[in-house]
Structure formats: structure tokens, C-alpha cells
């Protein structure tokens, strides 16, 4: 049977994104929308209720709307906004963020696609918060840079437009309110708010999250090979998972840090390192905003959804 996909808001960057990846799907069927209707609610109002699934790549409000047209108990929905990730009846679309996640999508009518920057730290602190190793109190601060696409369509424009006068490393959200905060502190079972410094940086896309730990102020102080043993042991356990987590290595430097070796694919890569004597460690993930973080994310969460293969239509 042919599954019919509506993308509610296909002409933006994660929309655009994920219908190429399901380009020459025979399994599905991509409903679309005629460019002069874009705004028509009663047409989108149609194509939504005739969808098996609707993929929603629109604002905030723009996609509360459209999840009110859906009049039928049929439509399933995903949404790329920020609208529903902590709201208990939507499922959390992070796959591998435990080992019976994925399962929860499959089953799930409404999937909240989660947000770029929550999704690294999400995958290395959870681990360590529900091994022990850290309290859920413990006080968490994460930088991240990522490149310019994931503004949006106007960001985009603002930087090929600026060109060599671009700014090359911009942190922002310096109130510390960023709109990823309550995902990053519900699923990573924080009991508080972390410090959170996005940046943007002069290239297209790709993206590092960094999570700095001072672990001296512990009762009991982890070494880095417990902090990864308990990664590299959450991820062991996950079917299906384009989660990687590298070798425990004592390493000043290394290529694999570059925010866009992943582009363009689905991976996600963890790395742990570690100054045992200082009790220090940090804790990194490298992937690319607009597949993991983004529109490959939503495409392994229709895949789960439709019970086809989570890799159908992605690069590992």
C-alpha cells in the first residue's frame, strides 16, 4: 500500500530537505500543494486530512494550525516546530534516545521532531544521568556552533548576501531563553535549566555540541572510560541507530570534529575526553543540522511510523 506524505510547509529548508530524500520512494505517494495556495487553509485543510501523514515544516503557531484542521482520527503527524517537544502527548522523535524510543514513534499517531541543538547533548548526558554517574542537579553548561541554514531561509539570505564580510563565529541567546532550553532539560532528565550558548558560524551547515564537566565537586568521581563505557553501552543497546560513538582515546586534536565531516547524511558521532587527574571531561557530538538534527530525523521517524526500514532514503 502506497502511504500518502503531505509536507505542510515544503518550499522552506527543512521542508525542501525532506522531500529530497523521498524522492523515488515507491512506497509513498508526496501530496503537494499548488504554489498560488500556499496560504489557502481550506486547501491545506484537504490536503491534510487526506494525508496518512503529515509532516509539518512551519512556525510555531503556523503549526498548531494546521494540527487543528486535521479533523479526521486518521492523520498522523510530525511536526518540525518547537510547538509540541515537551507536550506528554506527542512522542519525542530522538530514535536512539532509549531503546524502546523508536518503538514509541512507530506506535505514535503525533511525533514532535526534536530540535538540532538538544539532540547531542541529549544523547551524552541522559546516558549518564540514568547510569548514576551524574546527578540529575548536577550543573550543566553546552556550547554549540552550527552553520547558518539552520536559521532558516532569511539567515541563509543575510550570510551568502554578506558574503567575505560575513561574520566567521557568532554566539547568540545570550539571555539564555533559546527556544531548545525545555527539550534540552526534559529529555536529558536535567532537574534544571542548562546554561545554553548557541553560535552560528560562516558555513552552511553542520554542527558540534560541546557539554564541559568539572566532575571534582562528586562524591564519587567517574573516570572518562566510566563516562564512556556508559555512552558507548546506552548506544550498544539501540536498534537501528545512526548514533556512533568513537573509541576512548587520550587525543589533543582530531579531524573528526570538523561540524561538517557528516553532512548531508543521518549520522550522528560521540565522543568523550578526558583529564582523569584534573577530573575533567567533555563530552561532544558531531552531526549535521539539517539530517540529524533536522529533515533525516523526520524522515527515520516516517519510516518507523510507516514500519519500512529507519535507514530508507538516508545516508549512514
Not at 131 to 139: E, K, V
Not at 165 to 190: C, D, I, N, R
Not at 197 to 203: I, K, L, T, W
Not at 246 to 258: G, H, I
Request: net charge negative; proline share 5%; with cysteine.
Amino acid at each position: 500500500m502506497v502511504a500518502k506524505i503531505f509536507i505542510d510547509g515544503e518550499a522552506g529548508t527543512t521542508g525542501l530537505q525532506i522531500r529530497e530524500r523521498l524522492a523515488g520512494r515507491r512506497d509513498l505517494e508526496v501530496l503537494s500543494i499548488a504554489q498560488d495556495k500556499r496560504k489557502d487553509q481550506d486547501e491545506r485543510k484537504r490536503l491534510l486530512n487526506e494525508a496518512d501523514v503529515a509532516i509539518l515544516c512551519l512556525p510555531d503557531d503556523a503549526a498548531k494550525e494546521s494540527v487543528s484542521l486535521i479533523d479526521n482520527g486518521t492523520t498522523r503527524v510530525i511536526d518540525a516546530s518547537t510547538a509540541y517537544r515537551v507536550d506528554p502527548d506527542w512522542a519525542y522523535g530522538f530514535a536512539e534516545m532509549d531503546k524502546n524510543q523508536s518503538d514509541v514513534i512507530a506506535k505514535a499517531r503525533f511525533v514532535s521532531n526534536p530540535g538540532c541543538y538538544p539532540q547531542g547533548p541529549i544523547a551524552t548526558l541522559r546516558p549518564l544521568i540514568e547510569a548514576g554517574l551524574l546527578p540529575d542537579s548536577f550543573p550543566i553548561s553546552v556550547n554549540a556552533i552550527s552553520g547558518y541554514s539552520g536559521g532558516g531561509k532569511q539567515m541563509i539570505a543575510e550570510y551568502e548576501a554578506a558574503g567575505d564580510e560575513a561574520s566567521e563565529y557568532m554566539p547568540y541567546g545570550l539571555t539564555f531563553q533559546h527556544k531548545h532550553v525545555p527539550e534540552m532539560t526534559k529529555y536529558t532528565k536535567l532537574s534544571g535549566a542548562p546554561l545554553f550558548v548557541p553560535s552560528v558560524g560562516d558555513y552552511a551547515q553542520g554542527m558540534v555540541t560541546f557539554v564541559p564537566l568539572q566532575l571534582g565537586q562528586l562524591a564519587k568521581v567517574p573516570s572518562g572510560k566510566d563516562i564512556h563505557a556508559a555512552i558507548a553501552d546506552h548506544f550498544a543497546g539501540i536498534k537501528d541507530s545512526f548514533v556512533q560513538v568513537a573509541p576512548y582515546a587520550d587525543l589533543a586534536k582530531t579531524p573528526e570534529l570538523d561540524p561538517e565531516i557528516y553532512n548531508n547524511t543521518n549520522t550522528m558521532k560521540l565522543h568523550v575526553f578526558a583529564n582523569d587527574a584534573r577530573a575533567q571531561v567533555l563530552l561532544v557530538a558531531v552531526y549535521d543540522n539539517l539530517g540529524k538534527g533536522a529533515s533525516g530525523a523526520a524522515v527515520q521517524n516516517l519510516n518507523l511510523m510507516l514500519g519500512v526500514s529507519a535507514k530508507e532514503s538516508l545516508a549512514a
